[in-house]
């Protein structure tokens, strides 16, 4: 069991959003996006986002312990793929993750987004974690493109409590539809 164990394992998780690929891709790369995606049952909070998806790095703490995941260069290729990799010291060793997510047509003005991650974790452990992300992602970019009909520019909006559990999603929703947030 121990050696199965330390097999990295690579998982597939997918699922078709209606929004064209290049606005999947770009709603990924919005302050945000990390924060939007992380389910709020997980003892996991985000630290820092990262300001590239091509070679920038983020950093999320977990039961108080940060992580730091560098996106990579090479797989950066919009609006097609892009990756991140766990490049923390000693969590490495202990958990390899590496997260790859793709993006491919899916018929007219929809997306099938592909998310592949090799680590060291039962398929089980992560399942309603991708549900959580694909759903939330599916419902976000289908409200963006609601609010639209309204206004087709980007807006300005003040948030008071902005660093409370409901500011902190909204204005993570709003930066992840472009608009400017003003804290």
Known sequence: LAGRWRAPLAHTFTATVAAPRHEVFAWHSQPGAMRRLMPPWLPMRVLRESPSLRDGSAVISMLGIPWVAQH??????PPRQFSDELVTTGLRRLLRWRHMHSFEAAGTGATKVIDTVDARVPRRAVESFFRYRHDQLGADLWVHQQARG??????????????????????AFLSTGGHRVIR
Do not use: E, K, Q
């Open 150 to 171: 309204w206004s087709d520019r980007p807006m300005t909006v003040a948030v008071t409590g902005a660093s409370g559990t409901i500011g902190t999603a909204l204005t």
């Open 72 to 77: 990579g260069r090479a797989d950066y290729d």
